[in-house]
């Protein structure tokens, strides 16, 4: 037996017999060296807080040679119950993969008067813990619940974690969704390995120190305060105050290429099976972009997506073969059928890695294969014409790619295992497009009739789609757009509506819509008054209820709103007062609303397009302003006489 299936085992026992131990200090006695039991704090001192975390602790160790070691992970964690909202960190969930070993499970509550209660080991349960996908995933759970918590008593759990062949999370996050006193992390290495650390959002050096076989590295932050969520800020991973720490047997980028390319180069080796199939596939393509248009839509339509990983599955794919045998698989398992189809009829395609928007950016000073969360494929048909492909997205055409894989420093892992970083192409908002044209008629009772035509580009045609795809009947289609309309025209009566290229994501989708309103307009004198842009405002500022931010402002993606709007008034009415037309320009976004009145009709243009994707914190006052502004020039009034 290889040492390094025995070495975990060695250590397993090691922890059970300091477990047994230990059981009888842990019962009776608490001995901490951070803190006192009679002098925690109080609610007082966290009035706004469920919860305060103690003490959250990570030890981390890593041992033995390239490939043949294994990394031991102890958490040690310490919380104290200020409300009744914070029981639920009464409920732990630890995952754990087949290629990890949890051990030396631990946990405790000590009341308010000093009464410690210990939890049962039968009390441990080991859960899937994605059950509905049981014959595809192995990612397992430890889980467990504290006996006899109240407000006011302290939860204590530690466990130890076995992690075969060095592959460990790459970051350490000193923030929790309540204040933390004390978070302290601590890494050891093998004698004449380095690692690479960065500290974000917190000014934080690591203390080294030697040791007879390595050297470890340690952070403490103290008093930590908790992170806050607010709408549309960027990925929460990376609005932590956090470090992190590239792998210790993966030097640099190129290793991780090598690594990448060891893992799933023999997967995309097509056998004859799917050598055959791709030819019948591709047997009357006119040239190798059509070639390779077919391949890419194969998988998108044919291959189901299941996004779960299994053990190593985290990063290795499936074969080829298996995955269009079986018609599913997760991303790298798509990408690779697609790799492999390609290849299989001499078009150069390889793996990319890529960490999506809502992952965050690759920080290329610290080398880890963690750091990405996605994998797509590439493939080059010409020295200047590449192709990205990611077959996850069933609503993305053939050479587009979802917003969220646009404009992302990527990964590239050729065929020869070199490892090349490049940028994904981006859209402008000019391709990010939503459309309406409008055609009203006002009577003299306030009464609109009214017919629309909506169309869709980019991302916002995308959007559109997966929420149709999501409605799988007409009637539910139906009162979908009759809330839609019932948003830009209150009280309006959707009549009909009619798809176009609805199961057709090669060409463009377009919606036409019937509507009536009953009283549009609201009589004084002897006219009438409405809402100066005909349809109700979407509001855009309501998004961001608040004053001022601690985070930016994170779009998805650039975007443009644009409405034609043709208004038919009675005959015998004239216009009284028509809004004035208005264009306003800043560096984040623009806006413009234009009148033209003719007689009997009015002809209304409004554009409302995005500029930049991030806004700052520091400029949110000003984006906000922007945002009311446009909604103020939305509500102006048009009077009829």
């Known amino acids: 037996m290889k040492r390094y299936f025995i070495l975990p085992i060695i250590l397993y026992w090691i922890f059970i017999i300091a477990c047994a131990g230990g059981n009888k200090i842990w019962k009776t006695q608490v001995i901490w060296d951070d803190f006192k039991l009679a002098d925690l704090p109080a609610q007082k001192e966290f009035p706004h807080a469920p919860a305060v975390f103690l003490l959250d602790e990570g030890q981390m160790e890593v041992t033995g040679a390239k490939g043949s070691g294994y990394t031991t992970f102890k958490k040690h964690v310490i919380i104290k119950i200020l409300t009744t909202s914070g029981n639920k960190f009464a409920n732990v969930i630890i995952p754990y993969a087949t290629h990890t070993l949890i051990t030396k499970i631990q946990a405790r509550t000590i009341s308010p008067e000093g009464k410690i209660s210990v939890l ?128 210790v047997f993966l030097k640099n980028w190129q290793d991780i290429g090598k690594w990448y390319h060891q893992l799933a180069e023999d997967r995309m080796k097509p056998n004859q099976a799917l050598k055959d199939f791709t030819r019948m596939l591709i047997q009357d393509a006119t040239d190798t972009k059509e070639k390779l248009s077919r391949i890419y839509n194969f998988v998108r339509e044919k291959i189901r997506y299941v996004a779960i990983s299994i053990g190593i599955g985290n990063y290795q794919p499936h074969y080829a073969s298996e995955v269009l045998t079986n018609r599913y698989g997760d991303c790298k398992d798509m990408s690779t059928l697609i790799v492999a189809m390609a290849r299989s009829v001499g078009i150069p395609a390889w793996p990319v890695l890529i960490s999506t928007r809502q992952n965050g950016a690759v920080d290329t000073l610290v080398v880890s294969q963690t750091q990405f969360n996605h994998l797509i494929a590439c493939a080059r048909l010409s020295e200047k014409e590449f192709y990205w492909m990611d077959a996850t997205d069933k609503d993305c055409a053939f050479g587009e790619l979802p917003w969220y894989d646009q404009e992302r420093l990527v990964l590239g892992v050729q065929d020869s295992g070199k490892a090349k970083f490049v940028k994904t192409p981006a859209q402008s908002s000019l391709k990010n497009q939503t459309n309406r044209n409008w055609r009203l008629q006002l009577n003299e009772t306030g009464r609109l009739e009214g017919r629309t035509e909506w169309s869709f580009t980019g991302a916002a045609e995308k959007n559109q789609r997966r929420i149709l795809r999501s409605l799988t009947h007409p009637k539910l289609q139906k009162e979908w757009f009759a809330g839609e309309i019932a948003d830009f025209c209150p009280g309006s009566k959707l009549d009909s509506v009619w798809i176009e290229n609805g199961d057709t994501i090669e060409k463009p989708l377009k919606v036409f819509i019937s509507f009536s309103a009953a009283n549009f307009a609201d009589r004084i004198d002897d006219g009438l008054i409405f809402n100066g842009t005909v349809m109700q405002s979407r509001r855009y500022d309501v998004l961001f209820p608040m004053v001022e931010r601690e985070h930016p402002v994170h779009l998805n993606y650039l975007q443009q709103d644009i409405d034609f709007i043709n208004l038919k008034i009675p005959p015998a009415m004239k216009f009284r007062q028509i809004p004035r037309s208005n264009q306003k320009a800043t560096e984040w976004g623009e806006y413009e609303l234009r009148f033209v009145a003719q007689d009997s009709s009015l002809q209304i243009f409004r554009q409302f397009k995005t500029k930049q994707l991030e806004i700052l914190a520091r400029d949110y006052p000003k984006w906000l302003n922007f945002l009311h502004e446009v909604t103020r020039n939305d509500q102006g009034k048009i009077i009829l006489k």
Request: proline share 6%; aromatic share 14%; charged share 20%.
């Open 120 to 247: 049962a080991r039968e009390n441990i349960f080991d859960i899937n813990l994605y059950p509905e996908y049981i014959l595809y995933s192995d990612v397992r759970a430890k889980s467990f619940t504290f006996p006899a918590v109240e407000v006011g008593s302290i939860l204590e759990y530690q466990y130890a974690e076995i992690i075969k062949g060095q592959t460990y999370a790459n970051a350490w996050q000193f923030q929790n969704e309540v204040p933390t006193l004390i978070s302290r992390f601590s890494l050891s290495v093998p004698t004449g390995w380095d690692v690479a650390t960065q500290s974000y959002l917190i000014n934080i050096e690591p203390i080294k120190t030697s040791q007879s076989n390595g050297k470890q590295y340690t952070w403490e932050a103290r008093n930590v305060t908790e992170y806050v969520i607010e709408p549309g800020m960027p990925p929460l991973s990376q609005r932590i105050k956090r470090i992190e720490f590239s792998q």
